[in-house]
């Protein structure tokens, strides 16, 4: 195991070659060194983008690894590359590693995070494509998914030049329709969108389709919530309580928005 990224994510999100979950032995801990981190809650130290996390070792691996959150750092345990980090190494740089050749450094934490944005949009786009309801849209977002994995394989000055926020723009059109198609014939289902719910009580609520996209959840209370066909695009889960919910069917669900909840009762 390497860095954060070697929890690895609990659903299998691989389509074709291209990975959508991190593979930490094929990354050079990309994320242990390229962003910055902000002592708080998440990350016990302040470290500056670029320079390396105090507890990664030589070998790319982290001296800490099974003990993330007993040490503060629980920010790493729930962090998600959705693959892009080995997609980086390996793909874009060919194996190549920025302790080795430190001129290329730079370059490959830039690429790091366009990818990482790529790598996101791909999992959320392969979930939709999942979505009978939504089979209306699914040649648009084959096509997307196309044009995505197209970006994703361009050399370090290409995958710079994209302009990501008008391609994130196109996709999250389409999303947000195979989510409408998706969650159509639920009766008025609740629109959180945007929503400030943190802390908030909503044990066994009816949410079955609501719009939770971008909702700040952050320690609501959702213990035996009916949350089937919920659109969780973007929302902020952390510390949220979901023991008992029924997540069936749940939308745009992402394996690290779990990792930052309370499913079950182990700690
Ligand atoms: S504690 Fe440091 S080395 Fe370990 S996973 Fe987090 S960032 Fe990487």
């Not at 690895?8 to 691989?14: A, F, L, M, P, W």
């Not at 980086?88 to 190549?96: K, L």
């Not at 008025?188 to 400030?196: K, M, W």
């Not at 079955?208 to 909702?215: E, K, M, Q, S």
Request: charged share 30%; with cysteine; aromatic share 6%.
């Amino acid at each position: 195991m390497t860095g954060w990224l070697a929890y690895g994510n609990q659903i299998d999100s691989t389509d074709g070659d291209m990975k959508l979950e991190a593979d930490c032995a094929r990354c050079a801990a990309l994320c242990c060194v390229a962003p910055a981190f902000a002592k708080s809650s998440d990350f016990a130290i302040d470290k500056p983008a670029g320079k390396p996390c105090r507890n990664l070792r030589d070998d790319f691996r982290c001296g800490i690894h099974e003990r993330l959150d007993q040490r503060g750092f629980h920010g790493c345990v729930v962090f998600d590359c959705f693959g892009a980090g080995q997609h980086v190494t390996q793909g874009t740089f060919g194996g190549r590693d920025w302790r080795s050749e430190p001129g290329i450094a730079g370059p490959m934490f830039a690429a790091l995070d366009v990818m990482r944005a790529l790598h996101e949009l791909l999992w959320y786009l392969t979930e939709a494509l999942e979505l009978d309801a939504a089979v209306r849209v699914h040649q648009q977002l084959r096509a997307l998914k196309e044009e995505t994995e197209r970006l994703s394989e361009g050399t370090p000055a290409e995958i710079q030049g994209i302009d990501l926020e008008s391609h994130r723009r196109r996709v999250n059109r389409v999303l947000l329709r195979a989510s409408e198609l998706a969650r159509a014939g639920i009766p008025n289902p609740p629109d959180h969108r945007g929503a400030n719910l943190i802390g908030r009580r909503l044990r066994g609520r009816d949410l079955r389709g609501a719009n939770l996209r971008g909702a700040l959840l952050i320690g609501a209370d959702l213990r035996e919530a009916d949350l089937r066909r919920a659109d969780f695009t973007g929302a902020d889960v952390r510390g949220a309580d979901l023991r008992g919910a029924d997540l069936r069917d749940a939308l745009f669900l992402t394996p690290s928005q779990l990792r930052s909840a309370r499913v079950s009762d182990n700690p």
